[in-house]
C-alpha cells in the first residue's frame, strides 16, 4: 500500500477529526518491541507508559548517568509550566505544544492546558505528537475538548500540519499563538529540524513566541550520553547541538530575558543552586516574533 493511500485510509477510518493531520510513519507490527522517546520520557520521569524496549535503552546508563538524563528531564517538564505562567502573564491565550508527549505522570509539573486553565478563563491549546499512542493516551484523559485539541502529526511535514485544519482550524490566526518546542528538536535530523523551525516562523503570525528547549552537553551533564545505546537497539535520532546552532532556530528574533541559557536558569524562580547550573542538559529560551515592518506587510 502506498503511503498516500495509506493516509487516505487513516482519513476514512478515523473520520478528518481524528486522522493523522500528515502523513505519519506507520507503526511496525511489534512496535511494542522498539523503543520510543515518549515511552523512554516517560520511564525518566518515573511513570508507568513506557515497556521493555524503552527500558532496556535506559538500563545501557550508569546509575550516575541515569539520575543525571531525570534530573535534566524533570527541569524541562518544570520549564513548560514557567512558560505557559511567564507568556499567560504577557497576555496569550493560545499554546501550540509540539512534541507534546505523554501527559505528565510527574505530579509537580504540569501539563500546558491545566496551567493555562489556572490563569487564562478560556485558553485554546493544540497538543502535536507523532506517536500514536502518546495522542491516544491524552485523547482519553482529555477532559475539556472547547479548550483542547490533540493532534497527530509529523514535525518534519511542518508545512501540512500548520495547514491543516486539525492546527489552523483550532487556532485564531489573527492573534499571537505561544509555540512550545520542549525537547523535541533533538528527535529530528539537522535538515528536517532547521527547516521546520523555518516553516514555522513564516507561519506565526507577529507577536507569536516561539519557546525552545534543546538538548546540549552541559559540564557532566551530557543528554549525548543517550545515543550510542539509543542508535544501537531502536535507532532512534537523538541529538544534541550547540547554543549557536539553537539560537539559529530562533531566527533572530527578539528573546525575552534573560535569553538563551541553561534551562535551570530561566526561571529565576527555579529552586536548582547556581552551581548546578549543569543539571539541565539543555538551553532554553522565548523568542518573540516581530510585528511585520511596513514593507513585509506590503507584500515587498
Ligand atoms: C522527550 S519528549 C518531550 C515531551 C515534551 N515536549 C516535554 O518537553 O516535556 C519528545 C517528544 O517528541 C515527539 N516527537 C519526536 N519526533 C517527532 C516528530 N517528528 N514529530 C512530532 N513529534 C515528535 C516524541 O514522540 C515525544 O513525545
Redesign the pocket.
Known sequence: MSTDTEYQHNQRCYGTAWAPATRVPRPPEDWAHHA???R??DRLLGGSDNYASDRAVLADLSEDDFERLRTA?RI??EH?SAVVTRLADEGFTQFL??????P?PWQPARDVDETALTLIPVPRVVY????PH?VAHRRMRCENEKVVRIVQ????RMDTLLRSAQVSGALDLTRPVAV?A???LP??SDA?AAKSMRILREWAPPGSALSI?HACDLGPTRPSMLTPPARDKAALTYLTRDKEVIREYAGGWPMLEPGLVPTARWDRESPLPEEMWHASGAYAGVAIKPAASAAEARGA
Open positions: 520510543a522517546s515518549a523512554m520520557y528531564a524541562n517538564l513548560n505544544d509540539l512534541g507534546c508527549g505523554y505528565s502535536v505528537d507523532i506517536d502518546a502529526g509529523d514535525l518534519a512550545l520542549h525537547d523535541v528527535w529530528l528536517d528547549t
